[in-house]
């Protein structure tokens, strides 16, 4: 069979529920018989051994199985996390929040050890990137799911993180954190954020496989979780300390009025994800 036969049958296959029927050929395509773009679109001939491998992802796929899932991984900023049910799939927009949280403290905590709280480990995908990119920082990430945190566990053996430079801890919010005497250089998350009311207007990729508790936001619009971290997370974070925080589509003006009304925070900053949208908030305390 040739590459570029292959490819159009499995782009077939995909194009009456997926939006990304090509990407995800392509990928179908790398996963199972090593082929990179160039190998299919110079239409080389290729050996198609096990046909049924093909079928078995494109079967699944087709009930709307995320292929994250199939495959057990999603790539994120170098990494490439194992994933499953358990955790919600990373994404590509939540690389802003790590981003945005490194050239915080390149600016302002180059040198000095400071301490990051990560509620929402989920696959570990924030809390892992910060661990072994930040030299200087020690991640506490926090997850109510056990199982998250398992999964959580895996990329960190995967990827090697120092025990002592991120300690994954099963709680709720940042409840077990606000008895001890650390200070933070940094809250951050992805908390869920979608309101329940709109949880049923999901993709079926996302509303039947992902976990409901890591998507569907408390309070009926989904921002009970910024509620509680402009309440709490001054009295974690040390003076200049950064609340950084991803949110869903036109939140912004909601979570900013949230933080200027608690008069700890300035300046407060959005910045937009790679299609425009604001997705990022950051937030200094100055108190």
Not at 144 to 165: D, G, Q
Request: glycine share 4%.
């Amino acid at each position: 069979m040739r590459s570029k036969q292959l490819f159009q049958f499995v782009f077939e296959r995909l194009r009456p529920f997926s939006e990304e029927a090509e990407s995800e050929a392509l990928l179908i395509l790398e996963k199972i018989y090593k082929l990179k773009r160039v190998d299919i679109f110079t239409d080389r001939e290729i050996n198609f051994a096990d046909p049924e491998v093909l079928e078995m992802v494109l079967k699944k796929r087709e009930k709307r199985i995320p292929l994250q899932y199939i495959f057990q991984e999603q790539y994120f900023r170098t990494y490439q996390f194992y994933v499953d049910p358990r955790v919600l799939i990373p994404r590509p927009e939540t690389e802003l929040l790590v981003e945005k949280v490194i050239e915080l403290t390149k600016k302002s905590f180059p040198e000095q050890p400071i301490n990051i709280a990560e509620v929402g480990t989920g696959s570990g995908a924030i809390a892992i990137s910060l661990a072994l990119e930040l030299k200087n920082a020690t991640v506490y990430s926090i997850d109510n799911s056990t199982e998250a945190l398992a999964v959580a566990k895996i990329n960190c053996e995967r990827y090697r993180v120092p025990p002592e430079k991120l300690f994954l801890i099963q709680g709720d919010k940042l409840e077990s954190l606000l008895d001890s005497e650390k200070k933070f250089a940094f809250i951050v998350s992805n908390p869920p954020y979608i309101p329940l009311s709109l949880y049923k207007d999901l993709a079926p990729e996302v509303k039947e496989y992902e976990p409901q508790n890591a998507l569907v936001g408390s309070d009926t619009d989904g921002a009970g979780f910024y509620r509680y971290f402009a309440e709490k997370s001054p009295k974690l974070l040390q003076k200049g300390g950064f609340l950084c925080l991803e949110f869903g589509l036109g939140q912004e003006q909601l979570i900013m009025a949230m933080l200027k009304n608690k008069n700890e925070f300035e300046p407060i900053d959005l910045y937009q994800d790679y299609n425009g949208i604001y997705r990022i908030i950051t937030a200094k305390l100055n108190k």
